[in-house]
Structure formats: C-alpha cells, structure tokens
C-alpha cells in the first residue's frame, strides 16, 4: 500500500527502507538559522520533533534514548560533578543528567535556541529541570565552545547531536575529539550517540578508532531499542580517558530502559558486530 | 512524504507506526489455501517474503531472528536429540537446529507448503538443511498433530508462527500450549516467538501466564532487535519442564547474532518490562 501524507516519513535512502509515523497535526514549522524545525502532534506518539527531515524524538519512545545516552556515562563515572552536554537541545539528556544529587554544574551547549524553545513548549516533561540552579543553557557552537575549554576541566561530556551530516559532522571528528579529550579531567567519560549497528556499522567503527587515536585509553559501545530511529535499534559509544572502564556505580535512580544490569548487559555485542568493533 | 508504491509498506495499526522497504519486482504473488504469499525483490535487503500483508523476512536480516528463535533452546537444552518446529515454513529455523551435530531427528510442522516452496526458491540459504536425513518435513496443521503426538517425546520446541490473528491464534491458546507441555520431556524447552516488548507487552505478559499455568515451572523472554518487525525489536519467550532454566552450554557454533554471552545478556530486561514480566 501506499502511504499518503496523513504519515510523517522518514527514508533512510542508504539501506532501502522507511519509517512512518501517523500524525494528526502539525503544530510547528520553522526554519531556523540553522535548521528546518517541525513539530507534530501522531496519534500514537505523543508530539514529534522533526529536524531536517529526521525524526529526533517523540514522546512516547525518548526514555530509551535519554537514559542509554546519559546514563551508562553517569553511573561509570565514580563522582561526576561538572557535566557538559554538545547538542541535546531537546533538555532531555539535561533533566537526566541532574536527576543526579552529585552534580554541581551542568552546562548544555545547543548551536539552535529553537530547538529548546519549541521542547520547552511541546515536551515540558523534560525541560523540567532547565531552571535547576545548576543548570546553564547557553546557545553557541559547540565546537568553538570546545576549544575555550580550560584542560582537564569536565568529569562527564554528552555528545547528543544529529545524524554526523552537516553541522554535526564536526562532532564525530578528529579535531573536536581530540578537544574534548583534553577538557576531561583524568578519569572522565564522554558519552557519544553512535548510530545503528546494524545500518552504520563502519561510522562506529571509525569513531572509536578516532577516540582511541585521540588518546582515550578505553571505549564500550552500548547498543539500545529506538523504534523511531533508523534500523529500530541505536547505540552510544563511551570512551574514558587515563583508566579503562570500571565498576558501575550504583545509582539509586528509577528509570524506564536503563538499570546498573541493563548496562551491564549492553557491553555483550553480537559477533557480527563484537568482531568488527574487536568488544 | 508520501511513499508511493516502488515501496512495500506494512502498517501497524494498532501503533500508529509503519515500516516500509523499497522493492525492485514483485516475484511471487500467489492465494494459497491458507495465506496471500508474496515474494519480492528489493533494493537493499536481498528477496521480502510477506504473509497476508505482514513482513515476514528478508534475506538481509533474518539471521537476527532465526539465531533467536533455535539457539537459545537448543544451548539451553543440555542434549537436544529430538526437535519439533511448528511454523517454520520457510526453514531457517530448521537449518539452525540441524546445525547441532546431538540432533537425531527434527520435524518441521508447517501449514502451508507454499511457504516452503517460495523459501526453497528465493532463500535457498535458509533450505540448506531440507534434504538432511535427520530432517523430516510435514504439511500439516501444528495444533493437530501436537495432539496426536505421544508424551514425554520431544526435548525441543520451537514455535515459529505468525503474528497471532487468524490461524496462528491458536498457537499462542492454553489448549495448544498444555499439549506442548504433555509432548515434551522432562527439563524440555520450548520457544515461542512472542512479538514486540514495546508494543506488546500485555501479549507477552499473557503468554507467561498461560505458559505457567500449563505447568511450565520457568520461562524467560529475550529480546532482540529485528529492524523489519513491528518496533525493531522482537522478543523470544521460552518455557521449561519440570525445571529451571541452567547453565548454557558451549555449543561451538559460530552464529552472527548469536552468542553464549548474547544469550546470558539477553535476560536482562529494561526496569519498564521487567517490573511487568517479573524477570
């Protein structure tokens, strides 16, 4: 059958394949500065944030994503204090990161101001800490951010940005990788939304090489369900700086996907992908 | 967009959700007594089999599932020697199986033989193993020969079905199931596909149940991912007789999904299904 435009679609014209949602509404269509911005209200799924084409999260299926990229590097991490999220103008990886009582300051750093007024708007739920006395919400690029840094400065640093095209592109190089190794502290974790391992197996395989080149001493790719992304299945590559990973903390949180178990379990990868990644 | 109709879309209703995959030829359109099969070519995921509308493999990703459906009971089970598929039809499952050299005898009970016919034309990969003299294939209904079958005769189960409306409803029913239960051995395993945890968890949650109320003293759901199904992600229920589920055995097969440490981190179930399945 055909779909007619009742369904919001997003083609992943690489691997031959589709993903639609049924939306009811569109509430919000918006070129920004940086970017096509769209809002939609699905039968099933909540609210929809499109950008550029791309489904970036709904309200139904988030938890998924906002727990596997903020937390395996939350709970790796033996004391994070001051935590950086590149992108994540959603507020998502934000309200997960200071659900965390440790934290003193967590600073996200979104190039589109858009992005965090219309999440403040169709997604409250998790803007829910953008006024948290130890939060800022600075709207730059994260790239020239990066480089501003003082050395050895940061414990935990979320890279949740788009796909690695355009703007974002920079994010999975070299040279800002290599920034953000410097800005950790010895010890400190970043945590980066890696793709599908089974659509984008070699762009995984290429950023882990890149963060080991950069100089961190261990990395774990940690694959999770996310219906609404390309191939139904997505992963966060962490990597840790002077010392491989360890125990895992034990959080005391409730959340949804993630567990200290749930963790454990994503480090096991399935030979196709163990083999290539050499986890 | 709209997709138009170079692509195969199967739709999820009852989600709000859709899949589609771009299709070069349709190579099989047939009414058989019991389904509307269709065999197409695609562009990225080598031939689509579909059953009655519903995406049942594609030659690119069916690995996922069918390492699923067979190797966790079979390394499960300490000495498979007597194997049963109902379902089956296009014999992946039975190649898996057959792969374990302890195997004497595995029956394939399929429905419908057009099922097998179109497999052994467009996946003759997945038929390797039809013409194994161990191999016996029949096509008959499943829940009336499980009636026939003595007691305490059969170590592994696997029940590989459809989605369950229509003919394959009954497979998921306690009369079926408590039958599967008589045929089995004792510390015999059965596998059931159990759909989607994200869309279907009241499904899985009700399989358990009729599961342990047939006298099943343990049963465990594994999900895995399986970009072409409802979700991307899809689940495996498997129940044992008279006992525990043990260790797992070493069973030397390489597989590409599938692994001992695979099998072991698939019990971990995300906090939102574990509190729901009580695993």
């Not at 970017?35 to 998924?64: A, P």
Request: charged share 25%; aromatic share 10%.
């Amino acid at each position: 059958m055909a779909l007619d435009n009742s369904w919001f679609t997003e083609v992943h014209g690489k691997d031959g394949s589709a993903f639609s949602l049924k939306v009811t509404a569109k509430l919000l269509d918006e070129k920004t500065p940086y970017q096509h911005l769209e809002i939609y209200d699905t039968e099933d799924w909540g609210k929809l944030m499109v950008l550029d084409g791309c489904v970036m999260l709904t309200s139904r299926d988030n938890f998924f994503y906002h727990d596997m990229l903020a937390q395996p590097a939350m709970c790796w991490h033996p004391n994070p204090e001051n935590v950086v999220i590149i992108g994540g103008g959603d507020c998502g990886s934000l309200r997960e990161v200071l659900r965390h009582d440790g934290v003193k300051n967590a600073v996200q750093i979104e190039i589109d101001k858009a992005v965090t007024r219309a999440a403040e708007q169709y997604f409250p739920e998790l803007c829910e800490r953008n006024n948290d006395p130890r939060a800022t919400l600075a709207f730059i690029d994260g790239v020239a951010w990066m480089k501003e840094q003082p050395d050895t400065s940061v414990d935990v640093m979320l890279i949740d940005s788009t796909d690695p095209v355009g703007a974002a592109e920079a994010l999975f190089g070299p040279e800002f990788l290599q920034d953000v190794f410097r800005v950790l502290k010895p010890g400190g974790i970043l945590a980066q939304q890696s793709e599908s391992l089974f659509y984008h197996l070699p762009l995984v395989t290429g950023l882990r090489s890149t963060l080991l080149d950069a100089g961190f001493a261990d990395c774990k790719t940690l694959p999770f369900p996310q219906a609404v992304y390309p191939s139904g299945w997505w992963s966060v590559t962490l990597a840790r700086k002077d010392e491989k990973f360890g125990a895992i903390r034990e959080c005391g949180l409730e959340c949804e996907y993630y567990s200290k178990a749930v963790h454990q379990a994503a480090q096991v990868l399935p030979p196709f992908a163990a083999k290539v990644l050499k986890q």
